[in-house]
Nanobody
Framework: VQLQASGGGLVQPGGSLRLSCAAS????????ISWFRQAPGKEREGVSS????????YYVDSVKGRFTISRDNAKNTVYLQMNSLKPEDAAVYYC??????????????????????WGQGTLVTVSS
């Protein structure tokens, strides 16, 4: 099983980045994929999720209207389009996979304890 996160980098406030999470080794459609982030000195936070079955999504309030999660099941890849980036968005972003889609369809914030597989993280820096 492998999750490979990519797309991080340095961007100015107000800029955009698109993160990708490429998965292999499991039945992709059966899993909810979520993005988490962790800034220095802070706890890991669930940012966004997407169901594998019906495309249901979740966004934490701080990113609603700025971030968009999507997935291409044919490519086993999930994307996180991040627009209007703010300095407080700076963090290491991780993608993770949770079997099933009950929680995202119910509108629950992703909880890292439920996640079976994790990518290695990609660094997002927002600075002028």
């Amino acid at each position: 099983v492998q999750l490979q996160a990519s797309g991080g980098g340095l961007v100015q406030p107000g800029g955009s980045l698109r993160l990708s999470c490429a998965a292999s080794g499991f039945t992709f459609d059966d899993y909810t994929i979520s993005w988490f982030r962790q800034a220095p000195g802070k706890e890991r936070e669930g940012v966004s999720s997407i169901s594998g079955s019906d495309g249901s999504t979740y966004y934490v309030d701080s990113v609603k209207g700025r971030f968009t999660i999507s997935r291409d099941n044919a490519k086993n890849t999930v994307y996180l389009q991040m627009n209007s980036l703010k300095p407080e968005d700076a963090a290491v972003y991780y993608c993770a996979a949770e079997e099933g889609d009950f929680y995202v369809r119910a509108g629950f914030k992703p909880n890292s304890a439920r996640y079976d597989y994790w990518g290695q993280g990609t660094l997002v820096t927002v600075s002028s």
